[in-house]
C-alpha cells in the first residue's frame, strides 16, 4: 500500500531552520506532483508548496514565500521542505500529499510537528 513518511520536525528558534523530508513507497514516485500542508489546531489545512512530478517547476504560498524551498529526489522517492527563517506562526503539523493528477488518489503522511518558540 502507499505510504507517506515525515521526518525533521522539532522545536526551532525563531530565524532558525528546519529541514522535513517525505518518503514515499508504494507508489510510482516520479509520476507524482508532492505538495506540502499544514496545519495548525483548530484551524483549516493550508496550502505550504508545491512541486511538479520532474521538479521542473515549483510553487509557494505567500506566508512562506522567500524562506522555504521545496524539492525533490526522484531517485530517493522523495520530497524535502527547506524551512529558513522560520517564525512562530509557522508552528503546526506539517503533512506531504501526492497526488497524480485529475481523478487519481490523494495520499497523504501522519504528520511532522513543528514548534517555533523561544
Known amino acids: 500500500q502507499v505510504q507517506l513518511v515525515e521526518s525533521g520536525g522539532g522545536l526551532a528558534q525563531p530565524g532558525g531552520s528546519l529541514r522535513l523530508s517525505c518518503t514515499a513507497s508504494?507508489?510510482?514516485?516520479?509520476?507524482?506532483?508532492m505538495r506540502w500542508y499544514r496545519q495548525d489546531p483548530g484551524k483549516e489545512r493550508e496550502w505550504v508548496a508545491r512541486i511538479t512530478s520532474d521538479g521542473g517547476t515549483t510553487n509557494y504560498a505567500t506566508a512562506v514565500k522567500g524562506r522555504f524551498t521545496i524539492s525533490r529526489d526522484n531517485s530517493e522517492n522523495a520530497v524535502y521542505l527547506q524551512m529558513n527563517s522560520l517564525k512562530p506562526e509557522d508552528t503546526a503539523v506539517y503533512y506531504c500529499n501526492a497526488n497524480r493528477g485529475f481523478g487519481y488518489p490523494n495520499y497523504w503522511g501522519q504528520g511532522t510537528q513543528v514548534t517555533v518558540s523561544s
Open positions: 508504494g507508489l510510482t514516485f516520479s509520476t507524482n506532483t
